[in-house]
Nanobody, 114 residues
Framework: QVQLVESGGGLVQAGGSLRLSCAAS????????MGWYRQAPGKQREPVAV???????NYADSVKGRFTISRDNAKNTVYLQMNSLKPEDTAVYYC????????WGRGTQVTVSS
């Protein structure tokens, strides 16, 4: 059974940093594209970053240069390093992958105060 468990969210001041983690089980992250999405109150869930099986990465324009996605295959964990955080980054952040179906974690709340 595939499970994705996010952690690392919290409350931070604007300009601060957080590192989110997504621990995967029931699957091998190195064999699949892994992504981070976020959903702010009253808004649709949107993609933030993806890392492919070839280790290429892509980012939403709004986070380019500030966020970095990476993975540790030995720990079967994907990370999202978030720097220079802004209040508009406030959202619930979700880890995602697609195997036979789309799988999502329960999310971790990130709140950035101004």
């Amino acid at each position: 059974q595939v499970q994705l468990v996010e952690s690392g969210g919290g409350l931070v001041q604007a300009g601060g940093s957080l590192r989110l983690s997504c621990a995967a089980s029931g699957m091998v992250i190195s064999s699949n594209n892994m992504g981070w999405y976020r959903q702010a109150p009253g808004k649709q869930r949107e993609p933030v970053a993806v890392i492919t099986t070839l280790d290429t990465t892509n980012y939403a324009d709004s986070v380019k240069g500030r966020f970095t996605i990476s993975r540790d295959n030995a720990k079967n964990t994907v990370y999202l390093q978030m720097n220079s955080l802004k209040p508009e980054d406030t959202a619930v952040y979700y880890c995602n992958t697609r195997l036979d179906a789309y799988y999502w974690g329960r999310g971790t709340q990130v709140t950035v105060s101004s």
